[in-house]
Structure formats: C-alpha cells, structure tokens
C-alpha cells in the first residue's frame, strides 16, 4: 500500500520524459534585438556565466523537408545568424562536439516554427558545470538556505491557515488568496504609488489583517452560527477562492510583475554559499516573525487562549474563554501573516494573481505534515517542505519543484497522516 | 436586437455543446462520489485529463487504433482511483479532497513540463489523433451544418451526439445501480459510515469502487473534450474546471440522477450568455475599457461560478432538483 502513491506513477511518467533531458541552470539566450522588418532569421546565442560566449560552435539550419537552408559558426560573441528563405518549421542544430570542456548542451536539437517576418530565437539549454547537476554535493549547502528560506515563507503564510483549523475545523481553501491579496496591494503600493516597500508592507499586513477579520465577520463568523456544516464551508471556501483569484486577474492582469525596490540585486558570497540581500533580510525578517508568533502563543493570555480553542473548544468556552473574540483574532493575525508572506515571496519569485494557489498546496503539505491544526507543526513542516523543494532540483527540473512539494504531502498521508506534531485522535 | 438574438442563439447551443458535454459526465462522475457516497473529490479533472491524454497519447503517439486509445484512457482514470483512494479513503473526507487537488495539480504540471514533451507534447500540447474518431459518423463531417438557430461543424455534431449517447448511458447505469442494494450501501455509507461497517458491509472497497466509476466516467468527459477541441492541452485541464462541475453538480442537484445534466446545460446557458453578452457590451462601449476589456471576459465565468456556489451552498444546498435531506454537509 504504501509503495503505490498516485505521486510514484506521475514519477514513473516523469523518469519516462527526462531521459535525454537534464536540469540546466547557464540558458543560452539570444541577446534582445529589434526585429527586422523584412526576411525571416534564426539567431542562436550561446554563452553560460563561467565561459561567457562560445566561439566556434557549428549551427545547421534545416527546414521541414530535411534540407539544409543555413550552415555556420558562431562568432567571438557566441552569436550565429541565419537569414531565412519564408516562415515555415525549421531545425536547428549545434554540434555538441564544438563546445567547450565541461560545457553541455540538454538539448542539441531545437524544432521552431518562424513566423512571417519574425526573428526566432532558440535557446539551448546550457550547462557549464557551475551549478553541478545531477548528484553534485556542491549544490546541496546553497539549496538547503534558498530551502530555508522558501521554508519560513510558507510557515509565515501557513500558520494561519493552521490555526484557523485548528479553532474552527474549517480547510480554508481560500486562505492563498489572502497572500496574493497582500502581495498585490504591496504591488500596487510600491510600483503605482512610490511608496517604500517596507512602508508598503506595513500598510499590506493592515490591508491582510482586515481581509481577515472581513472574512469572519461576513461570512465564517455568521456559517459558524448557523452551524453550517464542514463540508459546506469547505465548499464554500472554493467558491471564494474562485471567485477572489480570478477577481485578482482582472485587476491585476495574467502577468506576472516584479516590485520596483530591490531589483537585480547581485548575489554576495558567504563561504560555500551565496546570497543577495533581500534573501537575507527574507530569511531574518522571517525568523524573527516567526519567534514573535511563538511568544504570542506561548506568553500572552491571547495566544494561550488561541492554543486552548485549538486544543478543545468546548472546555475552552466553558472555562470562560470568549472562543469568538479569540477566533476573530485567529483571522486577524492569520490575514496579516499571510500578507507578509505574499510580499516576501514576491520579492524572490515576482507577484502574479494565482501565487496564493501555487503556495495553498504547498501550505496543505506543510501543515500536514506538521499536524493539522498544530502552530509549532505548521512551521516545522512548511520548512521541511520548503528544503524539500528545493533541493528536489537536483533530480529534477526547475518547473517541476513544487510537484515535489506535493508529492511529499500525498506521501505523508499514507505514512503518518496525523503529522509529525499531531495526535492520532484527529484523523478519524 | 438582432445581436441579442445572436447572443440567445450561441448560448442556446452552449446548453448541449461540447462543453455541456463535457462537464456533464464530471458531473455525473462527481455525483456518485459526492452525492451519494459522500466523497469529497477535487480533484475530478485529474480523471478527465488521463481519459483525454489517454486517447490523445495513444493514438498520435504511439498510433494504436482509436478503440485502443479508449481502453488506455479507462485503464489510466481507473488506475489513478486506486493510487488516490488506498492511501485516502480510510481517513478523513478533506485528506481525499487535499490530495486529489494536489494529484490533479501534479499532473498537469508533469504533462505541461518540458522534459515531458516527447509523450505529451508539453505546452503545445497533441493534436490529429481524432480522425478514426470522425470516420465512425455516419453523416458528412466536413460540412457545416444550421441547427438551432446556430451553425455547427458536422465534427462538433458527431462529438455532441456520442458525447450525449454517453451521457444518457451512465444516467441510466447510475439510476440502475442507486435502486440496487450496492446503492443503498453508497447512500447508506453517506449518512453514516459506521452503521454501514457494523452490519459488516466492506465500506473502503465499496468505497473505492464508487470513487473508480465515478472516476472512469470523468475519463470517458476527457476522452470527449479532447476529440472534440481535436487537440489536447494540459491547460484545458485546469484545477478551476473541477470545480466548475461541482457547481455543475451542486446548482442542478446533488444525489439527483439528473441533477449533473440539468445543472450542466444551465450552467453552460448562463456562461455562455454572460460572455457573450459582457463582450457585446464591451464593444458597444456600454461597460467603459478601464473597468472590464475583452481579454478579462473569460475570467467573469470563474467570478460568477465562485460567487454562485456560495450563494447556493448557504442558501440552497440542494439546488434545483436536490432534496435537502440528501446532501452531505458535514465531514464524517
């Protein structure tokens, strides 16, 4: 039973597709360049960070009928161009033979289809051992810190999630767009407004509280009283989730955009490993959220109410604990923590309007993981989860990280479901 | 007025189109899971996306004939109930619904990577598997024909046509079965799982069984989206739809044998209209450029179909056939 996960037989698939195909960091791309009005052209660059541009790689042109339409070499600045008889489908080809020691190509072949008067540009996917795929140990230090960082971020956005289920027993399905909801406000704060980022985060974790406190005042506050049932607000937290993300496409449009401070930060070198600065501050800002929530929940009379609710709401309310009052502030806190979280991940991957969707699966596997309902086992998990993700790149490719996220929430499920922190009687 | 009649006649068309098609049979899929077992699947696309792949793969890929390409796509949607349900079906109702989200999510990310292209096609997706499809008809598909106020391709006709064929046979299989003793056990599962066990009744592999047809019937939807679109593309697989069935399913009735169909039809009726008459209003310049553009039409559906299943589970959760007392409210 346990060897046969959904997860195994996607894996299966995945092994399928990636032979002949490797994960590759140094991308060749071709250099931006107007496009020509007139005749249609091929234009290939090669060149990865260590060895900067590749000189003397040979390029063959062949058209869909297997003809040879252009043959050549790239020049000192790695570049190759070939002018084109019409649109149509072409290969083009390198020889890997050509290239540099220690570079390598994923692929030596590209299929385009060229447009009428388009320029195309083909990317060759090239490695130059610098990022040591595969099996290489040199990576593991620098994944395991941009691991540690994706961690705390999803443990800054899930501990809301957790304690909203742990108070109320409802899986808000609606909680990623609290993140998205903060990263984009903060968006639109710091590139429409001018306004610092940090003042915009400011007013985002305000705006995220709000929204928090909005959803159980209108609508999980009044469900609640009614007694509405588990599986009706859970259904009911997909609708809004529906409804909210795409409400966020509308406004904030299908691209994702990065904020204005802060950009092209370059990396600095700390021994093994680099950083820039803004992951840094990610990871401080992070930790130190997070040892303020601890507190909460371990020192003040609110947080030791929220754990009790948690823990047992019916003895909580007859110890005279005002349980409503104390899941309100659950919200509040929840919203603002998850604006934070929004802004923070869009400082590493850029905002867009579905990231909420993107980090809620990953936030379920965390505090799964964790146990369900737990605050400490939301954090624990989501950073375990967080490593997990990144250090999946080293088997796998980059687009293909959070399939590991997930697989691994679908692979605590059947090995302990009731997480590393949660007790057996919740399961049932 | 005679662009309202256009819109009407479009969105009159939309109420047995492919799409009405397809989200139907996920209905009905979802129905027998949802409706009557009480398992909370979000993951229904999943099935749908192997059923579609399944044909799609088998016969552009590996040029299998059509009917084998069929046989694939039953035996992956089946196969994918039993990964889902072993590890799921012995715990909680929202561990199935987290897992299968994150299994349908999974595997439209493995089939729109690049390394997967050389099996699925990645993003561009397969295309040209549907000609054994379209050689069965017995009418000219090549033509166009004038139908209800609308034009349709003898192709759209054909899918329709099978697609509706499929639909009226897993109606008639579910109502069959729900009048059988297997389907008092589903229901009987529903209400409360525990008596079920103390008279001694197996309820995981009743269970299991009621997730894999229900599944298989979500396969059989794909299998019609993608002959019918002619092309197969991870994104039409997208998580949303799954829930726009279960609008579907919820708006026309839960534990309704019609429920899904009619939910289905009128689901498509409103989408349709309210695109098409948004897109009207755009371009009269009734609805000003800054508020709503063309482009963000096609995200009003998702808007209302979110705000719609709210409004309907709190205030009518049986929907328009439903009967209150049948439907599942509560985890068990």
């Known amino acids: 039973m346990r060897a046969r996960t959904p997860g195994l037989w996607a894996a299966r698939i995945l092994v399928v597709a990636l032979s002949g195909f490797a994960v590759s960091l140094g991308l060749a791309m071709a250099t931006q360049a107007p496009a020509s009005a007139e005749g249609e052209i091929i234009r290939v660059t090669l060149a990865t960070s260590l060895s900067g541009p590749i000189e003397g790689v040979e390029i063959t042109v062949t058209d869909d009928s297997g003809d040879e339409v252009a043959q050549g070499e790239t020049d000192d600045t790695g570049r190759f161009e ?113 306004v610092p980022l940090i003042a915009a985060t400011a007013i985002a974790m305000v705006v995220g509280g709000f929204v928090g406190w909005l959803n159980d005042v209108a609508l999980w506050g009044p469900l609640r009283r009614r007694g509405s049932g588990l599986v009706a607000m859970l259904v009911i937290s997909i609708g809004l989730s529906l409804a909210l993300r795409y409400l966020l496409n509308i406004i904030f449009g299908g691209r994702s955009q990065p904020f204005a401070d802060y950009r092209g930060q370059r990396a600095n070198d700390y021994g093994p490993i680099s950083l820039t600065d803004k992951d840094l501050f990610s990871i401080a800002i992070s930790l ?102 990144q250090l999946s790149t080293l088997v796998i490719a980059d687009e293909l990280k959070y399939v590991g996220g997930l697989l691994l929430l679908i692979v605590i499920l059947v090995v302990r479901p009731q997480g590393l922190l949660g007790s057996r009687a919740r399961v049932g | 007025m005679s662009e309202f009649l256009d819109i009407l006649a479009l969105s009159v068309k939309s109420l047995v189109s492919q799409s009405a098609v397809f989200f139907a049979l996920m209905g009905v899929g979802l129905n027998l899971h949802f409706g009557y077992t009480g398992l909370l699947n979000f993951g229904q696309i999943a099935f749908a996306l192997l059923g579609g792949y399944g044909v799609a793969i088998s016969v552009s890929m590996w040029g299998l004939p059509l009917m084998v390409g069929v046989l694939v796509g039953v035996i992956a949607s089946l196969v994918l109930a039993l990964l889902l349900g072993l590890p799921t079906l012995r715990l909680r109702a929202d561990y199935l619904a987290i897992v299968t989200i994150a299994a349908a999510e999974i595997l439209r990310l493995v089939f729109r990577s690049t390394p997967a292209t050389p099996v699925t096609g990645a993003t561009r997706g397969l295309s040209g598997f549907g000609d054994g499809f379209y050689a069965l008809a017995p009418f000219e598909t090549q033509r166009t024909y004038d139908f209800l106020g609308s034009t349709w391709t003898g192709r759209e006709i054909w899918a329709c046509l099978v697609g509706w064929a499929l639909v009226t046979l897993f109606s008639l299989l579910i109502w069959q079965l729900m009048r059988s003793p297997w389907g008092r056990v589903l229901k009987a599962i529903r209400e409360d799982e525990d008596a079920v066990r103390s008279l001694g009744k197996n309820v995981y592999s009743y269970k299991m069984q009621s997730l894999i047809l229900g599944g298989v019937i979500a396969g059989f939807g794909g299998m019609i989206l993608v002959l019918a679109t002619g092309s197969a593309n991870p994104d039409q697989f997208q998580n949303a739809n799954t829930f726009l069935a279960y609008a579907a399913l919820i708006l026309g009735g839960t534990a309704r044998v019609l429920g899904p169909v009619v939910g289905s039809m009128i689901l498509w009726f409103i989408i349709a209209f309210s695109d098409a008459g948004l897109a009207a209003l755009i371009r009269n310049g009734l609805i000003p450029d800054e508020i709503l553009s063309a482009p963000d039409v096609a995200n009003i559906r998702f808007i209302l179909v979110g705000s719609g299943l709210m409004i309907l589970l709190v205030f009518r959760p049986q929907g328009i056939l439903g009967d209150r007392r049948e439907i599942v409210l509560d985890a068990h």
């Open chain 1, 82 to 194: 070939a002018d084109l008889p019409g649109p149509g489908q072409y290969t083009v080809e390198i020889n890997a033979d050509d290239l540099p020691e220690g570079v390598t190509a994923a692929a030596t072949e590209r299929v385009v289809t060229v447009a009428e008067g388009a320029v195309q540009r083909p990317a060759f996917a090239l490695s130059d051992g610098s990022t040591g795929q595969g099996g290489g140990a040199g990576r593991i230090p620098q994944l395991l810190v941009e691991g540690l960082r994706f961690g705390l971020l999803i443990a800054i956005c899930a501990v809301g999630l957790s304690l909203i289920f742990g108070t109320t027993g409802l899986t808000n399905f609606a909680h990623g767009e609290l993140v998205a909801i903060g990263a984009i406000v903060a968006w639109f704060l710091n590139v429409s407004a001018g």
């Open chain 1, 288 to 389: 130190v959220v997070l040892v303020l929530v601890a507190l909460m929940l371990q020192r003040t009379k609110i947080g030791k109410a929220m754990r009790a609710v948690a823990d047992n709401r019916d003895l909580s309310a007859a110890s005279g604990i005002n349980v409503d009052r104390v899941i309100r502030f659950v919200w509040i806190v929840g919203g603002a923590l998850a604006a934070l979280g929004g802004v923070l991940f869009g400082l590493s991957d850029e905002v867009s309007w579905d990231m909420g969707f993107k980090l809620l699966l990953l936030m379920f596997a965390g505090i799964t993981l964790g146990g369900l309902g737990t605050a400490y086992g939301a954090l624990l998990g989501s950073i375990i989860v967080g490593v997990f993700v």
